[in-house]
């Protein structure tokens, strides 16, 4: 699936069963929830926290695709195309870090 091809399904999704999109700082607050659930997996799955007993099973994929789904909501209501942003974005990042990285001895 391309980028647009899943903000046109999300926007469909949006308008035909979820009614309308919430407003933008509803959205954000959604947002800033649904990170925190990948956060709790992380800090669980890959940190020194231990899962609460049922906990255990949790999806980080799942809670992976409910990040992107907000963003792409965010980005369809404010009329970003995140295929465009996303291409700008890597081209800012391969000039201002051509040689960042590689030059970071932290990496090594």
């Known amino acids: ?3 647009s091809e899943a903000q046109k399904i999300v926007d469909q999704w949006i308008t035909t069963t979820g009614v309308r999109y919430f407003n933008e700082l509803t959205n954000m607050a959604m947002l800033t929830e649904e990170v925190g659930e ?3 997996i992380i800090a669980r ?3 020194e926290q ?3 007993k049922g906990e255990e099973d949790k999806d980080l ?3 992976l695709a409910d990040v992107l789904f907000v963003i792409i909501c ?3 209501q404010t009329g970003v195309d995140l295929t465009e942003a996303l291409k700008k974005n890597m081209q800012k990042k391969a000039c201002r870090d051509s ?5 970071n001895d932290k990496l090594y």
């Open 61 to 63: 994929g799942d809670e």
């Open 74 to 76: 965010i980005a369809n």
């Open 99 to 103: 040689s960042r990285h590689k030059e």
């Open 45 to 47: 799955r890959y940190g």
């Open 38 to 40: 990948v956060a709790r």
């Open 1 to 3: 699936m391309h980028i």
């Open 50 to 52: 231990s899962f609460k």
